[in-house]
């Protein structure tokens, strides 16, 4: 459910190919930048109800960091 939320986010807002969007997939192969992130970061906050702080953030690398830190706090 998560991936295929942040699939379509990384899609709609950033162009990405939603077949490249994978667990392994890291954000700088789907060139999604620093600032990119923190915006990601604040929408998934909305969606999800998850707080997400700019340590956890810097912190993430691939696209399963995202998935799991959202799906560990659901």
């Known amino acids: 459910m998560v991936l295929e939320k ?11 190919d939603p077949e490249d969007v ?11 930048t ?6 990601l970061a604040f929408t998934l906050e909305e969606v999800y109800g998850v707080e997400i702080p700019d340590e ?4 993430f690398v691939t696209v399963e960091d995202f998935v799991g830190y959202i799906e ?3």
């Open 6 to 16: 942040l699939a379509a986010l990384l899609s709609d807002q950033y162009g990405c």
């Open 56 to 59: 956890a953030l810097s912190a």
């Open 22 to 32: 994978t667990m392994a997939a890291t954000l700088d192969e789907l060139n999604i």
């Open 34 to 39: 620093d600032h990119e992130r923190g915006e």
């Open 72 to 74: 560990d706090r659901l």
